[in-house]
């Protein structure tokens, strides 16, 4: 027993000891870092437009990408056409296609283009027609053409091959006039077999002297291409039409 006192008695006395000369860790005060901020100005760009041939290249571009524009294209491969543009312009370049299959893509493409662009103006025009020929004095054709007698003539009715003079109003659906002969004041002289298919299948039904309104679906005027600015693809048009005189072909 009293060995087993002796060493416990010891260990407790080690264990004071110990604990007596061990002391808490002191936390140190942070030492603050001071940070200097450098201000870097950007480069200043070098202009892009420094000669002739880069004033060119880029008006080139820009009549290219509103052309792209204007037919229904959103976006290219600038990398692709990039390489098509300088291959084209290489004397000894070797292009990815050959002129035929180039040709054959974009007319491809753009008619795929065209078919989304125009789809809501067909729709709108298919819309209106559909309520218009419930109209009163409004007669359809097969086609879907349509037309109203506005002021019936008692002239020759002109053939094909004739030669018509007229005048006329064109309009959109939205009302935006956007020719006329009225306002210039001089009448159209032209051969019927040149104009929209629409007025070839209307003209030959009118006498001379008489005035009508015709629409036009887009199939039978100016198509998926339109015409100019103000004709969009697709677009169903409205003609107020004169026949003043049925000019015979000579035979």
């Known amino acids: 027993m009293r060995i087993f006192s002796l060493v416990t008695a010891g260990l407790l006395a080690a264990t004071v000891t110990t604990a007596q000369n061990t002391k808490p860790a002191v936390k140190k005060p942070a030492v603050k870092t001071t940070t200097t901020k450098t201000t870097v100005k950007p480069a200043t760009p070098k202009p892009l437009l420094r000669n002739g041939v880069d004033s060119l290249s880029y008006a080139i ?3 290219i990408g509103g052309n792209m524009k204007a037919q229904g294209i959103e976006t290219l491969n600038y990398i692709a056409l990039n390489k098509g543009m300088a291959d084209a312009m290489k004397e000894n370049a070797t292009p990815l296609m050959d002129d035929n299959m180039a040709n054959m893509t974009i007319q ?3 008619q795929e283009y065209m078919a989304k662009k125009n789809g ?4 709108e025009g298919r819309k209106f027609l559909a309520e218009n020929k419930k109209q009163a004095g409004v007669v359809e ?4 053409v ?3 007698i ?4 008692t002239g020759p009715k002109p053939l094909l091959e004739d030669t018509i003079k007229f005048h006329y109003k064109g309009t959109r659906l939205d009302g935006f006039v956007f020719d006329e002969s009225y306002k210039r004041g001089e009448p159209v002289t032209y051969p019927l077999n040149q104009l929209i298919e629409g ?6 039904l009118m006498p001379a002297g008489s005035k009508w309104q015709l629409f036009i679906p887009s199939d039978y005027g100016y198509g998926d291409r339109g015409a100019g600015g ?6 169903t048009l409205i003609f107020e039409l004169e026949l003043l005189e049925v000019i015979p072909v000579k035979k």
Do not use: F, H, M, R
């Open 141 to 144: 054709l097969p086609s879907g």
């Open 199 to 204: 007025w070839k299948q209307t003209v030959v």
């Open 146 to 148: 349509q037309y109203k």
């Open 150 to 153: 506005i002021t019936q003539g």
């Open 120 to 123: 809501a103006v067909k729709e």
């Open 61 to 63: 571009g820009l009549n």
């Open 230 to 235: 103000d004709i969009p693809g697709g677009a």
């Open 108 to 110: 491809q493409k753009l």
